[in-house]
């Protein structure tokens, strides 16, 4: 499937009082690789004011929902399989009904057609499970693949595969992901752009068998880069391992 860019946003709703001033900061310039991961790009909107995505470029963009993280900031998500320069303006409604929306911020994304030489301090090591412990869990993986009945499952299982491959070296060597809650909220936001709410009972066991057996479950644990490195990759081999 081609994709053109898409944008992710989460608009959020407060009530404002006339001639409030509703500032919104947005990162000048994004780059992407073209079939690369999503990023996860973080707006300022101290004063929770409704934010609109406008398209400022002819290439036709699309806009879905992604929760903002934390108080105070919203946040959207660019992927892309097409190389390019495309222009997103962020819009604030008027303090009245009788007054225009106006554009808050504005950022330009560039999506380049080939990576970069990655400079990633986190090694993907081999998983600690034993052989048998490793057959038990793509047993139990496949087994809630083929109990799938989403449409296109396959490419789902491919994408959720290539998200645990590329989050070993994005989200899981970001410095502002500090702990394992921080490192949870940001896949999760990653999966629910990537493949929605599909392949739960696949994700039910990777959960619980990998997951939660082999990682600390508080979400305020401090970050273990490798730990959650080698979970991330016995995830996209379990899966990639059905045939």
């Given at each position: 499937?081609?994709?053109?860019?898409?944008?992710?946003?989460?608009?959020?709703?407060?009530?404002?009082?006339?001639?409030?001033?509703?500032?919104?900061?947005?990162?000048?310039?994004?780059?992407?690789?073209?079939?690369?991961?999503?990023?996860?790009?973080?707006?300022?909107?101290?004063?929770?004011?409704?934010?609109?995505?406008?398209?400022?470029?002819?290439?036709?963009?699309?806009?879905?929902?992604?929760?903002?993280?934390?108080?105070?900031?919203?946040?959207?998500?660019?992927?892309?399989?097409?190389?390019?320069?495309?222009?997103?303006?962020?819009?604030?409604?008027?303090?009245?009904?009788?007054?225009?929306?106006?554009?808050?911020?504005?950022?330009?994304?560039?999506?380049s057609g080939t990576a970069p030489t990655p400079v990633d301090p986190v090694d993907p090591v081999d998983p600690e499970p034993t052989d048998e412990a490793t057959k038990s869990l793509n047993a139990?993986?496949k087994a809630a693949y083929l109990a799938e009945t989403a449409a296109g499952k396959d490419a789902l299982k491919d994408r959720l595969a290539f998200m645990y491959r590329d989050s070993i070296k994005?989200?899981?060597?970001?410095?502002?992901?500090?702990?394992?809650?921080?490192?949870?909220?940001?896949?999760?936001?990653?999966?629910?752009?990537?493949?929605?709410?599909?392949?739960?009972?696949?994700?039910?066991?990777?959960?619980?068998?990998?997951?939660?057996?082999?990682?600390?479950?508080?979400?305020?644990?401090?970050?273990?880069?490798?730990?959650?490195?080698?979970?991330?990759?016995?995830?996209?081999?379990?899966?990639?391992?059905?045939?």
């Amino acid at each position: 499937m081609r994709y053109t860019l898409i944008l992710l946003a989460a608009a959020m709703v407060g009530a404002h009082a006339p001639g409030e001033q509703r500032p919104c900061s947005a990162p000048a310039e994004v780059r992407l690789v073209a079939g690369g991961m999503p990023q996860v790009v973080s707006i300022d909107n101290p004063a929770k004011t409704p934010i609109a995505v406008v398209n400022t470029t002819t290439t036709q963009l699309g806009f879905w929902q992604i929760v903002s993280p934390s108080p105070g900031k919203l946040s959207f998500l660019a992927f892309s399989q097409t190389p390019g320069t495309y222009e997103v303006c962020f819009m604030t409604n008027g303090a009245t009904a009788a007054e225009p929306p106006a554009e808050a911020a504005r950022t330009k994304i560039i999506v380049s057609g080939t990576a970069p030489t990655p400079v990633d301090p986190v090694d993907p090591v081999d998983p600690e499970p034993t052989d048998e412990a490793t057959k038990s869990l793509n047993a139990a993986v496949k087994a809630a693949y083929l109990a799938e009945t989403a449409a296109g499952k396959d490419a789902l299982k491919d994408r959720l595969a290539f998200m645990y491959r590329d989050s070993i070296k994005t989200t899981t060597k970001d410095p502002a992901v500090a702990t394992y809650g921080d490192w949870f909220t940001r896949n999760q936001e990653t999966r629910k752009a990537m493949i929605a709410e599909n392949l739960a009972g696949v994700r039910a066991v990777l959960g619980k068998q990998l997951f939660e057996a082999k990682l600390p479950t508080d979400p305020a644990a401090p970050l273990d880069r490798k730990k959650a490195a080698a979970a991330l990759l016995a995830a996209a081999k379990s899966l990639e391992a059905i045939r």
